[in-house]
Every structure is written in C-alpha cells, then in structure tokens.
C-alpha cells in the first residue's frame, strides 16, 4: 500500500474523513472531510480549505454559483447553469465533482 493509501486509510479509521460516494465516470472513491480534521492534520484542513474558496471562485467565473464576495459571510446561491447538463459537460471533471458536492450540500 503506498503512503498515500494509508494516510486515507488512517484518517478514515480515526474519523477525520469518509467516503462520500462513487465517482460515477471513474468508479473511484470520492471522500469527504469531517470537522475532527481540523485537530489532526490541521495542515491538511487549510489546504482542503484553500481548495475549496478555488473551486467556488472557478464555479463563480464560469456562472454556475452566485456569490457576494462583499459580505462578511458570502451566500453561495446555485445559478440555472448549475442545472444544465451541457454547460456542466464543459467543465473540468474536478469542477464537476465540486460542483456535484456543493449542489449536495446546498440542496439538502
């Protein structure tokens, strides 16, 4: 098992992520970090963080999300072409995947 395996494997073991799905075209796991991260890989929190705020902005640019970086606390609002299946087609598969979990997340 590679390193990278097993650090997924260990923080799955103490909590810190779970599998949050299939990739649907690829049929890897897709995982998602739960709060206890912050205290054991606070590194890792940040840098999930970071990626994050970069997958809102890309999604912003391109249309798909609203967001009123003026406020304190942005609202992230989903625009109709985060609803159309063709302009989703057009974004990176890594978009998508963003995409697909802030739709989860939006629309509970």
């Not at 103490?14 to 590194?43: C, H, V, W």
């Not at 302009?87 to 939006?106: C, D, G, P, V, Y």
Request: aromatic share 6%.
């Amino acid at each position: 098992m590679d390193p990278i395996d097993e650090t997924i494997e260990a923080l799955i073991i103490t909590g810190a992520i779970e599998i949050a799905g299939i990739d649907q075209k690829t049929g890897q796991p897709l995982y998602r970090f739960n709060q206890s991260i912050q205290n054991i890989m606070p590194e890792l929190y940040k840098e999930h963080l970071n990626e994050i705020n970069r997958d809102i902005m890309g999604l912003w640019e391109k249309g798909f999300l609203n967001v009123n970086f003026l406020e304190e606390d942005p609202n992230v609002t989903l625009t109709d072409k985060a609803f159309d299946d063709v302009e989703i087609e057009k974004i990176s598969r890594e978009a998508q995947i963003s995409l697909i979990e802030i739709k989860r997340l939006l629309l509970k």
